[in-house]
């Protein structure tokens, strides 16, 4: 089970977050490397997201899954990309204790190493990313719940967004990220919006009486600085590139 999952199974009991006229409080859900640049997932309006988890547990009775029995054609079906679905999320490894997550299907994979002469059915595996937590995941069909209205999921507001660290860049390796996350996983922390790009904002971040990523550079060795000006500048430069490569991909 991805880090996502219990992230969102203990998001309802961090702290407020609100903030003063400058400052805002951010729950942190997710964290990962967007290039070089650190970029954070988080949670500001927690009000907002306990409705969400009313919402989705008044549709789950309405909501019809996948039979992993069924050939591999059927199941396939509802896996379209970019549709919302549900994945049910066992929280904390408990046995009968789930919870279920908004998500957005991303590719379908069909694992083809299950072969004939081991008489076992194709496997058919879905990368799906959390619209309310951030981060992806590759998940069974079977995991997956739909409602019998699409518009039912995709009609809820979005709580989650994504945020890019100031002061800091890197090509960040993996354990790197992993102490990122242990350090800050699930936690509200003070944040200051100072730029925002398309659906990105640029924050500086508080942890304990640290500035974050002053925090990252010079105690744990993680990272590099970089001015805010031209990070922001070259951020902007990295997203123009990305948007083309996809273009390319798409033709």
Request: charged share 20%; with cysteine.
């Amino acid at each position: 089970m991805s880090s996502v999952s219990s992230t969102a199974a203990s998001a309802h009991s961090a702290a407020s977050t609100t903030g003063t006229d400058t400052t805002k409080r951010l729950l942190i859900t997710h964290v990962d490397a967007f290039g070089p640049y650190l970029r954070i997932y988080g949670q500001m309006n927690q009000d907002a997201m306990a409705v969400v988890r009313n919402k989705i547990q008044e549709m789950l009775r309405t909501c019809l899954a996948i039979d992993p029995t069924w050939p591999v054609q059927r199941q396939q079906l509802p896996l379209r990309v970019g549709n919302i679905c549900l994945y049910k999320s066992n929280k904390n490894n408990a046995p009968g204790n789930f919870e279920f997550l908004r998500v957005r299907i991303l590719d379908v994979l069909i694992d083809s190493a299950q072969n004939a002469t081991q008489g076992q059915k194709q496997l058919v595996k879905v990368e799906v990313e959390f619209i309310d937590y951030g981060g992806t995941a590759l998940v069974a069909s079977y995991e997956l719940l739909f409602p019998e209205r699409t518009e039912m999921l995709s009609s809820l507001p979005t709580i989650c967004a994504p945020y890019i660290l100031l002061g800091i860049c890197k090509d960040f390796k993996t354990e790197e990220l992993e102490e990122i996350s242990r350090i800050i996983l699930r936690q509200s922390l003070e944040i200051s919006i100072d730029y925002e790009f398309k659906q990105y904002k640029f924050i500086t971040m508080k942890w304990k009486e640290f500035n974050f990523a002053e925090f990252l550079i010079h105690q744990k060795k993680i990272g590099a600085p970089i001015a805010n000006d031209l990070l922001r500048d070259n951020f902007a430069k990295f997203v123009k590139q990305q948007n083309q490569k996809q273009q390319q991909q798409q033709q």
